[in-house]
């Protein structure tokens, strides 16, 4: 059979357009001679997000974005569509979300089907809840943002402190600051030198000053080994004894203040004699006598005694 050229020529060019469609769709990520199931998932932003993105199962690729249409509704809302292609050889609820996230920071946007368990199987055609994850940027921006916030309102209250701080410090007010600060360097100064004094005088006594520690340390261990000895000696005393001569001790106080009380009393000889202020006179006057009697007997001793050198008679006067 034989072809002219001009069919020949239109044959190649039918053939060299299907491999181009072909090598595009496979570029693409498309497989031309599988069937895949085909969802969709609506999202009010995509940003990031473009046709043959992958789409993933627990970071498997399990198909691709097919399409990404905006729908305006009747009240001006906007969203975006997105049709996604997924290998039929996997199957997954119904209840399932597809969510767009960044897997890195250099990389795209990718999507992922976030699975969910009980229900129906999702169909061809369904369409599935969209979630959107926000980049770690963008994480990282929402979270800095109520810091910087909370510090601009931090700066401006510093900054209005400064000014009343500025207002109260006036010239007046620097001069004397200045003046307690060089007296404050004076002070520390002069403690500064009462130091050194102090260290200079405790080196020059350092070896009295471990001699009366150790002294101390000595008189301590005397003190310790006392007051054991004191511990064993008091645990050695008989208790009810010694109650018993407390007892002896507090009848014989009561005995004496008895005594005491009757001599106060005029009661017996003691009492009698505390007592009788006439004896007492009486007694006076005789120890008066007496020293007069003493004194003169010192004074003119010949008057009471008499001595005879020759054996005179006494009884002769």
Do not use: C, W
């Not at 926000?134 to 400064?162: A, E, F």
């Not at 500064?192 to 006594?205: C, D, P, V, W, Y």
Request: no cysteine; proline share 2%; net charge positive.
């Amino acid at each position: 059979m034989n072809l002219s050229k001009e069919l020949k020529t239109g044959l190649i060019a039918i053939f060299a357009i299907i491999g181009f469609v072909v090598l595009y769709q496979f570029m693409k990520g498309k497989n031309l001679f599988t069937t895949d199931n085909v969802f969709y998932a609506k999202y009010d932003n995509v940003e990031g997000l473009s046709a043959s993105n992958p789409v993933s199962i627990n970071g498997l690729k399990v198909g691709q974005v097919d399409e990404i249409k905006p729908i305006t509704t009747k009240d001006g809302r906007l969203h975006f569509v997105v049709k996604l292609t997924i290998d039929d050889n996997y199957e997954f609820a119904k209840q399932s979300t597809v969510e767009i996230f960044e897997p890195g920071l250099m990389s795209g946007k990718e999507l992922r089907i976030n699975l969910a368990y009980g229900g129906g199987t999702a169909k061809d055609g369904d369409t599935l809840k969209g979630n959107y994850q926000l980049s770690m940027l963008n994480s990282l921006s929402s979270q800095v943002k109520p810091v910087k916030d909370q510090l601009s309102n931090v700066l401006l209250k510093l900054d209005s402190t400064l000014a009343s701080t500025n207002k109260i410090v006036d010239e007046q007010n620097r001069r004397e600051i200045k003046l307690l600060l060089s007296n404050l360097n004076q002070t520390v100064a002069s403690f500064k030198g009462t130091a050194e004094q102090t260290n200079r005088i405790l080196a020059s006594n350092e070896k009295g000053l471990h001699e009366v520690v150790d002294n101390a340390n000595k008189m301590l261990l005397t003190t310790n080994a006392t007051v054991s000895k004191y511990g064993t000696v008091a645990e050695k005393i008989d208790v009810d004894k010694l109650n018993l001569t407390i007892d002896e001790f507090s009848k014989t106080a009561n005995k004496l203040n008895s005594v005491i009380a009757g001599i106060q009393n005029g009661e017996g000889s003691l009492g009698k004699l505390a007592k009788d202020d006439q004896l007492y006179n009486n007694l006076t006057k005789t120890a008066d006598n007496m020293n007069k009697l003493v004194e003169d007997l010192k004074a003119n001793p010949k008057r009471y005694v008499n001595f005879s050198v020759f054996g005179k008679n006494s009884d002769k006067k």
